[in-house]
């Protein structure tokens, strides 16, 4: 009897030994005071004691989780609601900018337009119509001076042919009263011959 309680003893000894090393071997790393929820909850899993097909949590452990879970939970929907105030501000920003840009547009193409006219006699003339208008009264003042000079030397010939023609009638018409002088004196030299002759 003594001999059954002596080896009963060692075998639950050598069981409890057994049971406290195979304890300190699977004690579980980590715990509920800092790592993610899933660190967290395979703590709770490796802590956690069997029974049958069940696993035995501490409530303490659970409540603890709980309220890291909460926490955690608190802390991602301030993110998140920072998330959305950063976006939302972001979106103003974005939209503003947008104002701007068009706003700057805007007076970039009335820039543009204004470099391209300008004011001529009160009225808006597009530089290239100005242009153009220019070019053509070149053009029409250039075939104006040829037209001029083509009549100025086409009646310059004429005035030249006109004043030689004047000249060489000019001359006849010198020789002419010449002649006629020298006949004059002739016959007035015979009139006074024939009445010398006479008396």
Sequence with gaps: ???????????????FSSGL???????????????????QFDYIYQSSNNYQDYKVVKIRSLDRLKSNILDSMRTMRSEVLDLKNTISSQKDSVGSLNVILQKTETEKQEAIAAKDQFVFLGLNIH???????????VAGLAAALGFFSFQYFRSFKKIRKAQKDLEEVQEEFDQHRKNTLERERKLKRELIDAQMGKS
Excluded at 22 to 27: F, G, I, L, M, V
Excluded at 127 to 137: A, E, H, Q, T
């Design 127 to 137: 530089k290239s119509v100005y242009s153009s208008f220019m070019w053509l009264l």
């Design 1 to 15: 009897m003594k001999l059954f309680t002596l080896g009963s003893l060692l075998v639950v000894f050598s069981l």
């Design 21 to 39: 090393s195979a304890q300190e071997t699977s004690t579980p790393s980590g715990s509920l005071d800092s790592g993610t929820i899933d660190s």
